[in-house]
Nanobody
Framework: QVELEESGGGLVQAGGSLRLSCAAS?????????VGWYRQAPGMEREMVAR???????KYADSAKGRFIISIDNAKNTAYLQMNSLEPEDTAVYYC???????????????WGQGTQVTVSS
C-alpha cells in the first residue's frame, strides 16, 4: 500500500517556481524521521534531489543547490519541495519516499507512489 502521495507538479516556464507536496496517509509514521525527493526523467535513472533526516539535516543534489528547498510540516505530516529558478533540465516525474540511514548510507524505502510530473518549458 502506497502511503505517500505526491502533488503540485505542472507545466511552468523556465525561471518559474513550483511547490511539490508529499502527504502521508492518516495514521502513518511521522515524516520527520526522514524523507527524500527523487526524480526520474525519460530514459534516465531515478536520482535523489533533496532529503531531510531526523534532526533537520538536509542534503541536495548539486543541480538543486541554491534553487530547491526541502521542508516538513509536522502538523500535517507533509513534506514539501520548493523549486525555484526552474530549468528545462528539471523536467521529470518527481517522487517522495521515506528514507532510512544505514551503515552503508541513506536510502529510500517503501513503495513508490505515482509521482507528480514537472515540465519546464524553455
Amino acid at each position: 500500500q502506497v502511503e505517500l502521495e505526491e502533488s503540485g507538479g505542472g507545466l511552468v516556464q523556465a525561471g518559474g517556481s513550483l511547490r511539490l507536496s508529499c502527504a502521508a496517509s492518516s495514521g502513518s509514521p511521522s515524516l520527520v524521521n526522514g524523507v527524500g525527493w527523487y526524480r526520474q526523467a525519460p530514459g534516465m535513472e531515478r536520482e535523489m534531489v533533496a532529503r531531510i533526516i531526523s534532526g533537520g539535516s538536509t542534503k541536495y543534489a548539486d543541480s538543486a543547490k541554491g534553487r530547491f528547498i526541502i521542508s516538513i510540516d509536522n502538523a500535517k505530516n507533509t513534506a514539501y519541495l520548493q523549486m525555484n529558478s526552474l530549468e528545462p533540465e528539471d523536467t521529470a516525474v518527481y517522487y517522495c519516499s521515506r528514507i532510512v540511514a544505514t551503515l552503508e548510507g541513506i536510502y529510500p524505502f517503501g513503495s513508490w507512489g505515482q509521482g507528480t510530473q514537472v515540465t519546464v518549458s524553455s
